[in-house]
């Protein structure tokens, strides 16, 4: 009975660990490369409207910085998922091709 106790709990630790170890990865993400060949005028208004306006995300000082589809985005998230939720919502956006996700989590 012990030997299945015991191997019950390393199953549920490993599961655990590498739960954790996913998130901080995820959460680590600065640069994604995006292949888009479409372009918007209002790219940069797009984007800021996109991030602000988002029931999932509280950015703070939120700056969005764009220059022939590099984005550069500058801000504070309160933790890990909300930055990389942040990049993952433009990496569809049409003229987006390279996202340097700044934000700093607080």
Do not use: W, Y
């Not at 005028?41 to 022939?68: A, F, Y």
């Not at 956006?93 to 607080?106: F, H, L």
């Amino acid at each position: 009975m012990s030997r299945i106790k015991f191997t019950i709990g390393f199953i549920s630790f490993c599961c655990l660990f590498l739960l954790v170890s996913a998130f901080k990865v995820s959460a680590a993400t600065h640069l994604a490369v995006v292949s888009s060949v479409a372009t918007q005028p209002n790219l940069q208004q797009s984007i800021t409207h996109e991030l602000r306006t988002n029931p999932n995300l509280e950015l703070e000082n939120l700056n969005v910085q764009v220059e022939n589809g590099d984005v550069e985005l500058n801000g504070k998230a309160s933790n890990g998922f909300e930055r990389a939720l942040a990049q993952k919502f433009l990496e569809n956006m049409d003229g987006v091709k390279v996202i340097r996700n700044k934000i700093s989590v607080i």
